[in-house]
């Protein structure tokens, strides 16, 4: 069955940095679209970054130019390079796939807590 497993979550100071990696089992890794998403307490789940199987990215404005999404195929691995973190951005971050061909679904992992505070 699919599964996804993130790692890498933690307490960070302002202007620091970390790396979260999500490793996927289940599914044809390298076929699949593969995505970050946060809730924040008392917020919607939103989408930080995505990854297309062409690795085609895109990144939510507010963590452009910050966070880094990538994929390892060999690893079935995705990751979230994440620097310069703001207190904003302290979430539960998930890690979602989607997967198939002409009928999608989407699978999320169990999250990990990033909080950013000095």
């Known amino acids: 069955q699919v599964q996804l497993v993130e790692s890498g979550g933690g307490l960070v100071q302002p202007g620091g940095s970390l790396m979260l990696s999500c490793a996927a089992s289940g599914f044809r890794f390298s076929r699949s679209a593969m995505a970050w998403y946060r809730q924040a307490p008392g917020k919607q789940r939103e989408l930080v970054a995505h990854i297309t199987s062409g690795s085609i990215t895109n990144y939510a404005d507010s963590v452009k130019g910050r966070f880094t999404i990538s994929t390892d195929n060999a690893k079935n691995t995705v990751y979230l390079q994440m620097s310069s973190l703001k207190p904003d951005d302290t979430a539960v971050y998930y890690c979602?796939?989607?997967?198939?061909?002409?009928?999608?679904?989407?699978?999320w992992g169990q999250g990990t807590q990033v909080t950013v505070s000095s």
């Open positions: 979602n796939a989607r997967v198939g061909v002409v009928s999608y679904t989407y699978y």
